[in-house]
């Protein structure tokens, strides 16, 4: 998938999950992630996020800490 849909894919979850109840948004943007994702999908989000991130929400960053 190319960097660009990815990191929009990304931001569109955590923008979804910004607008739910609760106070861990990172944790449930996580938990989709792991259930919606395929292995090299998240693979290449943590390699994103491992070369610095950019362009990615801050909750899509502290959810990629926790997959």
Same mark, same amino acid.
Request: proline share 4%; glycine share 6%; aromatic share 8%.
């Given at each position: 998938? /190319?960097?660009?849909?990815?990191?929009?894919? #990304?931001?569109?979850? #955590?923008?979804?999950?910004?607008?739910?109840?609760?106070?861990?948004?990172?944790?449930?943007?996580?938990?989709?992630?792991?259930?919606?994702?395929?292995?090299?999908?998240?693979?290449?989000?943590?390699?994103?996020?491992?070369?610095?991130?950019?362009?990615?929400? #801050?909750?899509?960053?502290? /959810?990629?800490?926790?997959?």
């Amino acid at each position: 998938m /190319s960097p660009d849909k990815m990191i929009y894919m #990304a931001n569109q979850i #955590a923008t979804f999950f910004k607008t739910q109840p609760g106070i861990d948004q990172a944790e449930k943007v996580a938990n989709h992630l792991k259930d919606f994702w395929e292995p090299r999908m998240r693979d290449q989000l943590r390699a994103h996020v491992e070369a610095g991130g950019a362009g990615l929400d #801050a909750v899509v960053l502290e /959810s990629v800490r926790r997959l």
